[in-house]
């Protein structure tokens, strides 16, 4: 990145925290800043939810969070209470009061909205729209977390049976885990291989695996990112880091097979330098065979 771009996003930020209010004390007018007006948008008046959820939906550490859900509480706006099935989660509802707060906010954030787009003539407020709507996709693929974690992990088995479940549905007869040449995802667990996770406001939204025999290519295994969070730009993210971590193991190249039904898969691997090769294994799931040469890793 450049300091251009730096400042450009420094200047941004300045513009939008003054636009939208959070400078003041008394957020949309109402009676209490933008923290908590913010925390009590987000419990929403769907029931109760797992504090936990709340505060990794939201990007927060767990000490302001509960300064805030005090705060709240002793306006009697939410009610903070121990999970039914385990004591040791907490769990937050809006009370009725709470509820009234919400419908206040939702009322004057529609008219700041307002207030944004009324100055504008109609082309100006596409144009705003439009950008905001393109700045608010990049900013979500800015939280997206990678880590490697063992292939038996909660969130990595999630993964794992979400891509088989998907596979399922789109390949002709189905898919079966077992019956493909990656049976056991114990192949992806050092020293062997690795197993990355995306995850998005803490859950998990897209994998990728990373075979390593010896002395063979390294091996991309698993590739997968959520209907829900496609559009991101996280599958051409998770192929560079596995070819990234592919070269840091010594491999010069690395090779992946594909599905003709992953029509979008297929699209990437070729924009992403990846040439059809004749059939390096007997995967009876596959229809392509792709490879691309990697640039040394940099000690």
Excluded at 189 to 214: D, I
Excluded at 245 to 256: S, T
């Amino acid at each position: 990145m450049t300091s251009e771009q730096v400042e450009q996003v420094r200047r941004f930020n300045r513009t939008v925290a003054e636009r939208v209010g959070v400078l003041h004390d008394r957020y949309l007018g109402g009676a209490r800043p933008y923290g908590q007006a913010r925390l009590l948008w987000q419990i929403g008046d769907g029931g109760t939810h797992d504090v936990r959820g709340v505060r990794e939906r939201l990007g927060l550490d767990s000490g302001y969070v509960s300064r805030l859900l005090r705060a709240l509480e002793r306006d009697g706006l939410v009610a903070v209470e121990p999970h039914p099935g385990d004591r040791r989660v907490r769990t937050v509802r809006l009370t009725e009061a709470g509820r009234r707060e919400r419908i206040f906010l939702d009322d004057r954030s529609d008219a700041l909205a307002a207030s944004l787009l009324a100055p504008l003539d109609a082309r100006q407020r596409e144009r705003l729209t439009s950008a905001m709507a393109e700045v608010e996709r990049l900013l979500t693929a800015s939280t997206v977390s990678l880590e490697e974690l063992d292939p038996d992990h909660p969130d990595a088995a999630h993964c794992l049976r979400s891509y088989a479940a998907e596979l399922h549905e789109l390949f002709d007869g189905g898919f079966d885990p077992a019956g493909s040449l990656l049976p056991d995802p114990g192949e992806l667990r050092s020293p062997r291989g690795l197993f990355l996770v995306a995850r998005l406001h803490g859950e998990p939204v897209g994998c990728g695996g990373l075979k390593l025999p010896a002395g063979a290519p390294a091996e991309i295994k698993r590739l997968w990112v959520s209907p829900r969070s496609r559009g991101l730009g996280l599958a051409r993210r998770l192929l560079s880091e596995l070819e990234t971590r592919a070269a840091g193991h010594g491999r010069d190249r690395v090779r992946l097979d594909t599905n003709k039904a992953l029509t979008a898969a297929m699209r990437l691997y070729r924009d992403s330098g990846y040439t059809e090769v004749p059939a390096f294994n007997d995967e009876p799931y596959a229809h392509h065979w792709f490879e691309k040469r990697l640039s040394p890793s940099r000690p």
